[in-house]
């Protein structure tokens, strides 16, 4: 007898418990070269436990064709042209779709929105991926996304009332950057990123190798 395959689901949160419960929101978007996706997160800061609200995926071929006057940046693996303000759009409507069917409001709900993108293969400068960066921003924008849920809050008081006395922040100290990253080269040679993520795994994984070489080294001191 065939066993059947068990599917896993995110136990479902309550609108009024996010609503009312220590939950912080995030919204990942990521614009890849096959899908373009919204998936809206909650952490529930008393107890640790992080459940999926929701999902929107949309096909990053569907992106409207650039306007007249647009300037086309770069491609997509599939050879769809893209432009600033269509990736803005597209990147737009799906996190808007995502918080609507959450019933949740994108000024006073949403905690942090993080971006990234995969689709890198049709660039040749960092001017190119500096362009797609901002188109996503751009989007978060034009979905309403207040600036500071999208950059690290650098006191407590932007960070929401109900969580500020879960947060750490008056406790810890910053003096500037402690750790470097050298990005990936693209197709030309040049050295690109689209994804500040992956650079700062980057940095965590060539920190961690450096660790390990010296405590090799000395054991063999010793």
Not at 181 to 201: C, D, F, R
């Amino acid at each position: 007898m065939a066993l059947k395959p068990r599917i896993a689901e995110s136990p479902q949160v309550r609108l009024i418990d996010l609503k009312s419960k220590p939950f912080f929101i995030v919204a990942s978007v990521e614009v890849g070269n096959t899908t373009t996706k919204s998936i809206l997160t909650a952490t529930n800061m008393d107890t640790g436990r992080t459940h999926i609200i929701n999902k929107v995926v949309r096909m990053t071929r569907d992106v409207r064709p650039p306007k007249p006057g647009e300037v086309v940046f770069g491609k997509t693996l599939t050879g769809v042209e893209l432009t600033r303000e269509s990736v803005a759009e597209l990147v737009k409507s799906t996190l808007t779709e995502s918080m609507e069917k959450a019933s949740l409001d994108i000024k006073t709900d949403l905690n942090f929105v993080v971006r990234s993108t995969g689709v890198v293969a049709g660039f040749d400068s960092p001017e190119e991926v500096g362009e797609f960066i901002k188109a996503l921003a751009d989007g978060c924008l034009m979905a309403g996304v207040p600036p500071k849920n999208m950059t690290p809050p650098m006191s407590i008081s932007n960070i929401s009332k109900k969580l500020q006395r879960y947060s750490k922040l008056e406790k810890v100290i910053f003096d500037g950057a402690v750790a470097g990253v050298v990005p990936p080269i693209g197709s030309t040679g040049v050295e690109i990123v689209a994804n500040e993520m992956e650079g700062e795994l980057a940095t965590a994984l060539v920190l961690k190798l450096l660790q390990t070489r010296w405590k090799e080294s000395l054991q063999r001191q010793g």
